[in-house]
């Protein structure tokens, strides 16, 4: 019994210090932030942080693990019902302002990290593009939109996104830089796709 | 708050629906993707091959670099983690 009690204990211990993690690595970024800083912000010694992650490269890939799955589950649900390319634009950008600011710091230092936490990050871009190009098939079989090579539409999509997230500080200072360009951004890569008889 | 739904062991990929997972079975640890007819998990080079396909087709990602990326991610999953030389 006391045994039992104590993995729950630990177990809960883990999973506070993860949601500390997201918070942390989101504001402090991860190449130049410490675990030392960390054990302050989560409130305990820097020796506990090692009891439950052996190393500071556990510590970050676990908080992305887990960060990865909140973002794979809530883009599945916003894009589950959006049957047009708009709609999906929208949802997949919905998301991410939901998830700004840690999902900015794995776009801005996404190539410093371990080749693990950017599959992670590509594999939900998968499911993304997958989604979009169900839909702009739809929409270009119906005249609507012009037809393009499925990875560079959703590449062209997320490089705008992304220059936008990497240069936040400068786009939208002190505020979601997806909630301030982001009606633009939809408005302008809509232009860019769909065909000239079809545009207002 | 997301409720999480249980994922392949082999890839991770989020079996939902009854179809998603090995013969239609929701009893069963993998998906339909990792799985030959009979539910069986297919070799590591299989699975390996389709989960970079994956990347390469949805984003253009270089084939080599497809498949050191989804080396990476199988790495961590049940069905490969102890495999010898990940």
Same mark, same amino acid.
């Given at each position: 019994?006391?045994?039992?009690?104590?993995?729950?204990?630990?177990?809960?211990?883990?999973?506070?210090?993860?949601?500390?993690?997201?918070? %942390?690595?989101?504001?402090?970024? %991860?190449?130049?932030?410490?675990?030392?800083? %960390?054990?302050?912000?989560?409130?305990?010694?820097?020796?506990?942080?090692?009891?439950?992650?052996?190393?500071?490269?556990?510590?970050?890939?676990?908080?992305?693990?887990?960060?990865?799955?909140?973002?794979?589950?809530?883009?599945?649900?916003?894009?589950?019902?959006?049957?047009?390319?708009?709609?999906?634009?929208?949802?997949?950008?919905?998301?991410?302002?939901?998830?700004?600011? %840690?999902?900015?710091?794995?776009?801005?230092?996404?190539?410093?990290?371990?080749?693990?936490?950017?599959?992670?990050?590509?594999?939900?871009?998968?499911?993304?593009?997958?989604?979009?190009?169900?839909?702009?098939?739809?929409?270009?079989?119906?005249?609507?939109?012009?037809?393009?090579?499925?990875?560079?539409?959703?590449?062209?999509?997320?490089?705008?996104?992304?220059?936008?997230?990497?240069?936040?500080?400068?786009?939208?200072?002190?505020?979601?830089?997806?909630?301030?360009?982001?009606?633009?951004?939809?408005?302008?890569?809509?232009?860019?796709?769909?065909?000239?008889?079809?545009?207002? | 708050?997301?409720?999480?739904?249980?994922?392949? $062991?082999?890839?991770?990929?989020?079996?939902?629906?009854? *179809?998603?997972?090995?013969? $239609?079975?929701?009893?069963?640890?993998?998906?339909?993707?990792?799985?030959?007819?009979?539910?069986? +998990? +297919?070799?590591? *080079?299989?699975?390996? *091959?389709?989960?970079?396909? !994956?990347?390469? *087709?949805?984003? $253009?990602?270089?084939?080599?670099?497809?498949?050191?990326?989804?080396?990476?991610?199988?790495?961590?999953?049940?069905?490969?983690?102890?495999?010898? !030389?990940?």
């Amino acid at each position: 019994m006391r045994q039992a009690s104590r993995k729950e204990q630990k177990d809960a211990t883990q999973r506070r210090l993860v949601e500390v993690g997201l918070d %942390f690595f989101a504001a402090r970024g %991860f190449a130049n932030s410490n675990t030392a800083d %960390f054990a302050k912000a989560a409130g305990v010694s820097h020796g506990a942080v090692f009891l439950h992650f052996p190393t500071r490269e556990a510590l970050v890939l676990r908080v992305l693990d887990v960060f990865g799955d909140r973002l794979s589950a809530a883009l599945k649900a916003a894009m589950q019902g959006e049957a047009s390319f708009e709609g999906v634009l929208r949802a997949h950008l919905g998301v991410l302002r939901d998830y700004e600011p %840690f999902y900015a710091r794995l776009v801005q230092e996404g190539p410093l990290l371990p080749i693990r936490a950017r599959s992670l990050l590509f594999i939900i871009n998968a499911s993304v593009s997958h989604r979009l190009k169900l839909v702009a098939e739809a929409e270009a079989a119906a005249g609507a939109m012009r037809k393009f090579a499925p990875h560079l539409l959703f590449n062209t999509w997320l490089a705008l996104l992304h220059y936008y997230l990497a240069n936040r500080d400068v786009f939208a200072p002190g505020e979601s830089v997806l909630s301030a360009k982001g009606d633009e951004l939809v408005a302008h890569f809509l232009d860019l796709v769909r065909k000239e008889a079809e545009k207002p | 708050m997301t409720l999480k739904c249980v994922s392949c $062991g082999s890839c991770g990929f989020p079996m939902e629906k009854p *179809e998603d997972f090995a013969l $239609g079975d929701p009893s069963q640890p993998y998906c339909r993707y990792c799985t030959d007819r009979a539910g069986a +998990l +297919l070799p590591y *080079e299989d699975v390996l *091959e389709t989960n970079a396909r !994956h990347y390469v *087709e949805t984003q $253009g990602v270089n084939p080599e670099a497809a498949k050191a990326m989804a080396a990476a991610l199988l790495a961590s999953m049940p069905a490969w983690r102890d495999r010898p !030389h990940a």
